[in-house]
């Protein structure tokens, strides 16, 4: 089972950025595919990103594609999130996740971080 702990949230003006880290230790962080997912108050937990093992394949939400970057460091056991040009609509609770598969849908992530709050003032 991997373990997952989010880092590098907190509180940015519009226009910022602010980058996210997750950690993962445990079983071979390089077989997962990893993704970050958010959830805003009263809504539902949303796609955000995801990265394949390699790195050589991503996928953004089309609310996030050009203002942010996701990365992964296999040897560091770590994968990142530059969130630039936030926007008060960026406000949530971030997770990262893994999974097996490259997909945008959170059931198809079978391991979860805790969340890091980002909160974005205008």
């Known amino acids: 089972q991997v373990r997952l702990v989010e880092s590098g949230g907190g509180l940015a003006q519009a226009g910022g950025s602010l980058r996210l880290s997750c950690a993962a230790s445990?079983?071979?962080?390089?077989?997962?595919?990893m993704g970050w997912f958010r959830q805003a108050p009263g809504k539902e937990r949303e796609f955000v990103a995801a990265?394949?093992?390699?790195?050589?394949?991503?996928y953004y939400a089309d609310s996030v594609k050009g203002r942010f970057t996701i990365s992964r460091n296999n040897a560091e056991n770590t994968v990142y999130l530059q969130m630039n040009s936030l926007k008060p609509d960026d406000t949530a609770v971030y997770y990262c996740?893994?999974?097996?598969?490259?997909?945008?849908?959170?059931?198809?992530?079978?391991?979860w971080g805790q969340g890091t709050q980002v909160t974005v003032s205008s």
């Open positions: 990265i394949s093992r390699t790195g050589d394949n991503i």
């Open positions: 996740a893994a999974g097996p598969f490259m997909q945008t849908m959170s059931v198809g992530y079978g391991t």
């Open positions: 445990g079983r071979t962080f390089g077989t997962d595919i």
